[in-house]
């Protein structure tokens, strides 16, 4: 068991009466950092307290000149919320650099705040923005900027009766424009070696002023106000963006770790500095899509029943009760409880995508999900793909189909994630292209090497149409 009693919230006013009554307790919202943390035994705790069943928490708005941004919003939400995209750009930027699809439906970005690391992504987007925290408890709420919100690596202002109640972002004026870039050491699923946010403001062609923040350079994310300085009155051509990488480059003092030596960071933030200041300057879109990929978009919350510590919930289309479950994660649950083994556990942390199930229609990495999310909600695993499908050939839902037909199966082994992920990009995307196929499959890890055939697996199933209606 990973926790002895999680606790399930449906309003804030509980939620923050539970925080106040246990202190010691660890929220939880996508679980996509608090599962990895329990299960290498890094600050655990006896008790959970979900959030995801309070309404309040779950919503991105804009108030005048300021977006809100609720604590169960996720980063597929950012990704794809127009509002974020024209008027938090950097974030949506960040939001989709961020994991793979399985990861961003479940990652709260507020989760991502509450962790702390300095080479998280949406943590510099959102200081260069200018963003603050509310905090919330029983005894009131209080706002803070990010730089009073951060004491150090992984550590916060957060008192012990608290919750991250809100982020709030200032929209983007006219004369504004922003960009966040990241290196890591894949195109997916990587953490920052560097990453670096931008926020201009022009007058005309000239910079009036600019934040430039970087991650993963220091014990926090950092401004580089020298560089700031130094681009304020001037035109943005390739001198002046080359010198402010310099001098970004000259004000830090990076760690030497697994992923980068200091010396590496040191040039990476020069390079890094100076694309994002170019690009700025020559108005390069957004590699955010318009109708970005996501593996299956939020559904609207429905009433569900209290949980009472019995997962009651439906499985392949049957009713299941799974009373021994609620401290496990979905996929133990799945694979111990519900005995539906084809969800395989390849590295427990998200990374590789063999867990992969569908849980309410998005997505997800079960070995990194509570199982207690299950309760009242619908799942579909590999073994009941089938039955979600209109078109039957052979008794295969078409995507399994066309990976025996293709020979894309190999050994097998993340074969279910795989086809699960895949028959969810189906569903979203009738004739997908190859960039849609890499970006829906880019959370799944084959051990094989043989990412030809399952591609082309995908192609042909959509050819077939992919059994819908």
Request: net charge negative.
């Given at each position: ?139 009131g709420e209080r706002e803070l900027s990010l730089s009073d919100f951060y004491l150090g690596v992984r550590k916060t202002a957060l008192a012990p009766d608290e919750l991250i109640r809100e982020i709030r972002v200032p929209a983007m004026a006219r004369d504004e424009r922003g960009r966040f870039l990241k290196l890591g050491l894949r195109r997916a699923q990587a953490i920052s070696v560097v990453n670096v946010a931008v926020v201009a403001a022009f007058d005309g062609d000239t910079v009036r002023d600019a934040r430039i923040a970087l991650g993963s350079v220091a014990p926090t994310i950092v401004r580089i106000s020298g560089a700031e300085a130094f681009v304020a009155g001037k035109r943005l051509d390739n001198d002046v963006c080359r010198e402010a990488g310099r001098i970004a480059a000259a004000a830090i003092s990076p760690i030497t770790d697994v992923r980068g030596s200091a010396d590496y960071r040191r040039a990476t933030v020069a390079n890094l500095t100076a694309d ?194």
């Amino acid at each position: 068991m990973l926790w002895h009693t999680l606790h399930q919230p449906t309003t804030l006013d509980e939620a923050l009466q539970l925080r106040a009554a246990n202190p010691d307790a660890r929220p939880v919202a996508g679980g996509t950092d608090l599962v990895v943390e329990f299960s290498r035994g890094v600050r655990r705790s006896e008790t959970v307290i979900d959030l995801t069943r309070v309404p309040e928490l779950d919503a991105i708005t804009l108030d005048g000149t300021t977006i809100r941004l609720g604590a169960l919003v996720t980063h597929n939400d950012v990704s794809a919320s127009s509002l974020c995209r024209e008027h938090a750009a950097p974030l949506a930027e960040a939001c989709w650099e961020v994991g793979a699809p399985q990861l961003r439906t479940r990652a709260t970005v507020a989760g991502n705040l509450a962790t702390a690391s300095p080479a998280n992504d949406t943590i510099t987007s959102l200081v260069a923005l200018g963003a603050s925290v509310v905090l919330a408890s029983v005894r009131g709420e209080r706002e803070l900027s990010l730089s009073d919100f951060y004491l150090g690596v992984r550590k916060t202002a957060l008192a012990p009766d608290e919750l991250i109640r809100e982020i709030r972002v200032p929209a983007m004026a006219r004369d504004e424009r922003g960009r966040f870039l990241k290196l890591g050491l894949r195109r997916a699923q990587a953490i920052s070696v560097v990453n670096v946010a931008v926020v201009a403001a022009f007058d005309g062609d000239t910079v009036r002023d600019a934040r430039i923040a970087l991650g993963s350079v220091a014990p926090t994310i950092v401004r580089i106000s020298g560089a700031e300085a130094f681009v304020a009155g001037k035109r943005l051509d390739n001198d002046v963006c080359r010198e402010a990488g310099r001098i970004a480059a000259a004000a830090i003092s990076p760690i030497t770790d697994v992923r980068g030596s200091a010396d590496y960071r040191r040039a990476t933030v020069a390079n890094l500095t100076a694309d994002a200041l170019r690009q700025i300057a020559e108005r390069v879109p957004s590699p955010v899509p318009a109708d970005p990929v996501l593996l299956g978009a939020r559904q609207p919350r429905a009433a569900r029943a209290p949980f009472s510590g019995t997962i009651e919930t439906t499985i392949n289309g049957a009713s299941a009760t799974l009373p021994n479950a609620a401290g496990k994660t979905l996929l133990d649950a799945l694979r111990e409880d519900a005995g539906l083994t084809g969800a395989k556990e390849g590295c427990g942390e998200g990374e590789c995508g063999a867990c992969t199930v569908w849980l309410d229609g998005q997505a997800v990495m079960s070995c990194l999900t509570p199982a207690a999310q299950a309760h009242g909600a619908e799942v579909v695993t590999i073994e009941g793909l089938a039955g979600t499908a209109s078109l039957l050939e052979n008794g295969l839902h078409p995507l399994q189909a066309a990976f025996v037909f293709c020979g894309a199966v190999q050994c097998g082994f993340c074969i279910p994630g795989m086809v699960m992920a895949g028959a969810k990009l189906l569903e979203e995307r009738a004739d997908p292209t190859l960039d849609h196929i890499r970006t829906g499959l880019s959370g799944n890890i084959c051990r094989c090497t043989g990412y030809r055939k399952i591609f082309d697996a995908v192609q042909a199933a959509a050819a077939t149409g992919n059994g819908r209606d």
